[in-house]
């Protein structure tokens, strides 16, 4: 399994926006798209068309805005293949996918896409392809928006999205394996004013690893004072909950886990 972290800054004059690929045995997941997923995936030597799920937690720009794009692209370069792209199911909240929907309709109004379009229920488990299952929760954020855990071969994969602090995240992202988590600014930077606005501080992000014991913790959501590596890495600091091997995304996008564990 690897996880790669395409894009982890709050907004594009930082750097690339949140979305990661993951990469189970039998799938290939995107969590959010970003601004740019296809540049994203070029850097990386990932091929688009070989992405078969995508979800979407919610519809601010920095974290779907290549939505459309991103399915243009991956159908386009699926052509000069044999067979063709596979078709991609998006899964997730059915108000999400609806904008989803809009959006491909209003960008593409005279295109078709095969798109397997899987609407999750809250907290209901649904395998996704082989023994790769998903399942949401709502967050605590300025719009509809969903946290998600992935689960194959005893690997979980927890991914926050953008939420303030609640109760039921616990026990949702109890033992993860790796937890993607927000963790937009330290508490002394404002961290109460960054839970009203539904962010969560790096902080916050420590004490859910603490109450959560995930294996890896992959913050994202940085601003661009994170851009100094001596500044990061105090602020990666907080985010461990002392008990998780904390990754910096920005130095080490990659995780690899299985009979051997890196990243790089």
Known sequence: MRVTALGVW???FAGPTTS???EYENARILLDTGIDPINRMRTFGITPFSCSHLFISHLHS????GFSNFVFTRELLGRATKDGAAPLTVFGAEAVLSGCKSLLALQYPDRKFRINW???????EIELIGGVTATI????HSVECYACRLSSSGIDIGFTADTAPFEDMVGFFADCTVLIGEAFAPES???KDVNKRGHSTAEDLGRLVAACSPQWVIPFHFGPEC???STRNKFLESCGGNSAVVIDPIA???LSLGDSESFS
């Open 10 to 12: 709050t907004h594009s």
């Open 137 to 140: 929760l709502p967050t605590v």
């Open 252 to 254: 080490s996008p990659t």
């Open 189 to 191: 930077a404002g961290g």
């Open 62 to 65: 920095d974290h779907s805005s």
């Open 227 to 229: 851009a100094e590596r």
């Open 20 to 22: 990661f690929y993951i």
């Open 118 to 124: 899987m609407v999750l229920p809250d907290r209901t």
